[in-house]
């Protein structure tokens, strides 16, 4: 039995949040507490670590923490408002499933949108302080991907850029799509639109946009070349090798070339949809670039 205090709730991130898992998926999770900050809270991180027995996360040390709900909404684009805490923050609202404390999940995900959406002094459809964080998340994964190379050495080189080109991306595009979808809701059905959004996994909400807008050829596209990965990933085989692979050598490779077309691909059939569509060609154009 595992020991909750009742403001907690074990989060899983990463495959498991997106409901991508394979074999070779790790255990990413992080603990959150809704109350006050405290020593003794409960559960711990080797509790929930014993209990998965599965592979550790990264070692980016923003998985495996204990986290506090008022550090994520109260941090907001302040000084202290590290790479860590936005990570976890957009991760939460992007890509998690609780493992336990479903309610506390659940009211953490709606404070922080609201948070966000109560930053609307006017009927702003899109939510600019949520776009502009989101935003923000996509250029900070796309520089740490350069930083975490250069410290590592380049190291792990060849599967975290083809993380980079699709799992990350889909990542972004499944909060930016539903963040541009709020033109079709008044400011007071916002919140409850995005909380149900969040709610099911990203590829689901990038496939229910290709729908809506009729572009099934686009989303076929992209979505076809997402699952061919996701085979690509759940080989250990194939992840080994794309692993081991570094920037000077991925010219030569066969995997990684048909990797670079997958996220080529996945990438297209998304432009298709956000600039071949009049009504969201005409959110990017607006809010995306300045």
Known sequence: MLATDRDATVVLMGSWGRSEVT??????????????????????????????????????????????????????????????????????????????????????IAALLTGYLEANLKDY?????????????????????????????????????????LSRKALFAGGLLPVLECYRYTSDEIAVYLGQRMSVPPLDRIADVFVDHGAVDAGVRSLSAYDEFLGILDDGDQRARLSALSADDAAQSPLFERVAELGREFEGGLLALLFDDPELRRRMREYIVF
């Open 23 to 108: 074999s070779e998926s790790d255990d990413d999770f992080m603990v959150l507490f809704e109350g006050p900050e405290r020593g003794n809270a409960h559960p711990t991180i080797d509790a929930v670590a014993e209990l998965l027995g599965g592979r550790a996360p990264g070692a980016e040390e923003i998985f495996g923490k204990q986290v506090w709900l008022g550090d994520l909404r109260g941090k907001i684009g302040r000084d202290e408002d590290s790479n860590a805490n936005l990570t976890r923050r957009m991760l939460l609202v992007l890509e998690s499933v609780p493992l336990c404390g479903d309610a506390t999940h659940g009211r953490a």
């Open 125 to 165: 459809r899109p939510p600019r302080f949520l776009l502009n964080d989101l935003i923000r998340y996509w250029r900070t994964i796309a520089v740490d991907f350069e930083s975490k190379m250069r410290e590592r050495k380049g190291e792990g080189w060849g599967l975290r850029n083809a993380k980079l080109r």
